[in-house]
T-cell receptor, first 116, second 109 residues
Framework: GAVVSQHPSWVICKSGTSVKIECRSL??????MFWYRQFPKQSLMLMAT?????????EQGVEKDKFLINHASLTLSTLTVTSAHPEDSSFYIC????????????FGQGTRLTVV | GENVEQHPSTLSVQEGDSAVIKCTYS??????FPWYKQELGKRPQLIID?????GEKKDQRIAVTLNKTAKHFSLHITETQPEDSAVYFC????????FGTGTSLTVIP
């Protein structure tokens, strides 16, 4: 299957700082990527849909000024958690669609964020 | 957006028995229904999917059924093995993927 790489896989940051998470499609071009948040033993909550060359579409209740998404190229989308607080600690995971296999989505390995 | 409900939240079966997980969705426009398996700390992996123009699909020990009229779909795992133990998520999608709440499956040797 197609490969999606997410970096970093684990990060610890201080409260008030910002953290950037990268999501790359390695062997296909992804016009659309999705960002999810997952709490322990819970489901994947869709945060936003990232569209190459345009603004991201955020789900209801997700603060767009706090979770900045940039999809600057067909292979890279970034999520920046700004002014992080301990309650932002979570598992963040991205997925991307291969336009030639439009239905299926491929996931990155996820990023464990801990804010101290 | 789409609302996907999944039951049960936890499921324990004896090795060799069958496991069934059920999902319902709300948006009749959803046309693709994948199932993912997620092991602890790892990314979800697609195990089987079904499109809205198909009622049933099978892949070895795994099968999925879809009832578009009732807006529900189910995952069936037969002859369960300990390595089937994981969290399973259903999803319904037209464009965005909306996931069910997950089912933690434990297969007891």
């Amino acid at each position: 299957g197609a490969v999606v790489s997410q970096h970093p896989s684990w990060v610890i940051c201080k409260s008030g700082t910002s953290v950037k998470i990268e999501c790359r499609s390695l062997d296909f071009q992804a016009t659309t990527m999705f960002w999810y948040r997952q709490f322990p033993k819970q489901s994947l909550m869709l945060m936003a849909t990232s569209n190459e060359g345009s603004k991201a579409t955020y789900e209801q209740g997700v603060e767009k000024d706090k979770f900045l998404i940039n999809h600057a190229s067909l292979t890279l989308s970034t999520l920046t958690v700004t002014s992080a607080h301990p309650e932002d600690s979570s598992f963040y995971i991205c997925s991307a669609r291969d336009p030639f296999r439009r239905s299926e989505a491929f996931f990155g390995q996820g990023t464990r964020l801990t804010v101290v | 957006g789409e609302n996907v409900e999944q039951h049960p939240s936890t499921l324990s079966v004896q090795e060799g028995d069958s496991a069934v997980i059920k999902c319902t969705y709300s948006d009749s426009a959803s046309n693709y229904f994948p199932w993912y398996k997620q092991e602890l700390g790892k990314r979800p992996q697609l195990i089987i999917d079904i499109r809205s123009n198909v009622g049933e699909k099978k892949d070895q020990r795994i099968a999925v059924t879809l009832n578009k009229t009732a807006k529900h779909f189910s995952l069936h795992i037969t002859e369960t093995q300990p390595e089937d133990s994981a969290v399973y998520f259903c999803a319904a999608t037209q464009d965005q993927f909306y996931f069910g709440t997950g089912t933690s499956l434990t297969v007891i040797p």
